[in-house]
C-alpha cells in the first residue's frame, strides 16, 4: 500500500491507519488472541499505522502481535501512535514511558494529548505538552501533537511548541464536531485541517463512519475524507479481519463503489469512556431506551431500541456508536 508522509514529520503511514479502540473493552472486548491475529493480519496485508492509547487498554493487544512481527523478517515495524488524558507534567510523562514498557519500545512514534476539549483544555493542560515535549526532546518520542473534536483546539495546534501532529475527527455530516463549548462545522474543521497543513503539520483524521452512525454510506464517508485538503491519513476503528479487508479495498481502489456494509447485526452502544451523563440523548430517545447505569451514565436497553440513530446526533461528545 502507498505511504505517505505525515507533514514534515518524516513518518511515512499507510493511507489507512487501523485503530485499536474497537477491539478494547469499551467496545468490542475481544480476546487478546482475537485481537492480536487481526493487528497481525492488518500488517501483513500493507497497513502499517496503529493507533492506540493509554485508556483503550489496547497495548495488551499490540504487544504480541508487534512480537509477532518483529519475528517475521518480512515484515516491518508499523508506525505506533499513542494518546494520554494526563493534564499534569509527571503523570504525562509517566504515561510515555508506561506505553514504551508496554510494548516494548525503545521509541514510540507518535504520542498525542488525547481529547484536548478547546483552547481552553488545551491552555491548562500546558504541563502535560511540555512533558512531551521534553520526551520528545531526549528521543523517546519521534513526533507529538493532540487528538480533538474541537475545530478551535485543531487550529490553535498551529501555535503550539513543537506540535507535529494534529488527529482531528471528521465526517461528512459533521457528527461530533465541537467548537469551543459549542458544537462546530464540517467547513470550519476542514479550514483548520488545511491550515495545520499549510503549517507542516501532519494530519490524519477520525470517525469518518460517525462512529458507525453513517457507515451505510461506506464509500462515501470515505471518499469524502480522503479528498480533503491537507489529510494525510485516515485512522479507522477496525474489529475484525472483513473490516480490515474492506479498507484495504478501499484505498487500494478495488472496492465495488455501491458497496453497503451489513448493519443487520449491529447495536446502538454508549461509549462509557466517553459519555458524560449530560442527558441528552436519553432526552431524545423516542423509544425510552436510554437509562442511567450505576455509574451515572446513560446506557442502551438494546431490546427497547429500534436503531433509529436519533440519539447519536445530539450527544455532545460523540459517545453514542453503532457497534
Request: proline share 2%; charged share 25%.
Amino acid at each position: 500500500m502507498k505511504r505517505i508522509r505525515l507533514g514534515l514529520s518524516g513518518i511515512e503511514v499507510s493511507a489507512v491507519g487501523m485503530g485499536t479502540l474497537t477491539m478494547g473493552f469499551s467496545q468490542k472486548n475481544l480476546s487478546l488472541d482475537e485481537g492480536a491475529r487481526i493487528i497481525v493480519h492488518a500488517a501483513n496485508s500493507g497497513i502499517n499505522f496503529l493507533d492506540t492509547a493509554q485508556y483503550y487498554d489496547t497495548y495488551r493487544y499490540l504487544r504480541p502481535a508487534l512480537d509477532t512481527i518483529k519475528s517475521d523478517e518480512n515484515l516491518s515495524m508499523p508506525v505506533i501512535c499513542s494518546k494520554t488524558l494526563e493534564t499534569d507534567y509527571e503523570s504525562a510523562s509517566a504515561a510515555v514511558d508506561e506505553c514504551l514498557a508496554e510494548l516494548n519500545l525503545d521509541q514510540v512514534d507518535i504520542f498525542l494529548l488525547h481529547e484536548v476539549r478547546g483552547v481552553t483544555d488545551l491552555r491548562g493542560r500546558s504541563e502535560a505538552w511540555r512533558a512531551l515535549v521534553d520526551k520528545k526532546a531526549s528521543g523517546l518520542i519521534k513526533a507529538i501533537g493532540i487528538s480533538t473534536h474541537h475545530v478551535d483546539a485543531c487550529r490553535s495546534a498551529t501555535n503550539l511548541e513543537s506540535c507535529d501532529i494534529v488527529f482531528p475527527l471528521i465526517n461528512k455530516t459533521g457528527m461530533g464536531i465541537r467548537d469551543g463549548e459549542g458544537p462546530g462545522t464540517r467547513e470550519d474543521m476542514e479550514e483548520a485541517i488545511k491550515l495545520c497543513s499549510r503549517c507542516g503539520i501532519g494530519v490524519f483524521t477520525m470517525k469518518a463512519f460517525g462512529g458507525g452512525n453513517i457507515i451505510e454510506d461506506y464509500v462515501e464517508c470515505l471518499d469524502y475524507v480522503t479528498s480533503l485538503d491537507g489529510v494525510d491519513a485516515v485512522m479507522i476503528g477496525m474489529g475484525s479481519i472483513e473490516e480490515v479487508d474492506t479498507s484495504i479495498k478501499y484505498f487500494e481502489g478495488t472496492l465495488d463503489k455501491g458497496y453497503t456494509p451489513d448493519i443487520s447485526k449491529k447495536r446502538m452502544m454508549v461509549d462509557q469512556s466517553d459519555c458524560e451523563g449530560c442527558g441528552t440523548c436519553k432526552a431524545r430517545c423516542v423509544s425510552q431506551a436510554i437509562f442511567w447505569n450505576d455509574n451515572g451514565l446513560a446506557e442502551i436497553n438494546i431490546e427497547k431500541c429500534v436503531r433509529c440513530g436519533y440519539c447519536a446526533p445530539v450527544c455532545p461528545v460523540r459517545a453514542i456508536v453503532f457497534l
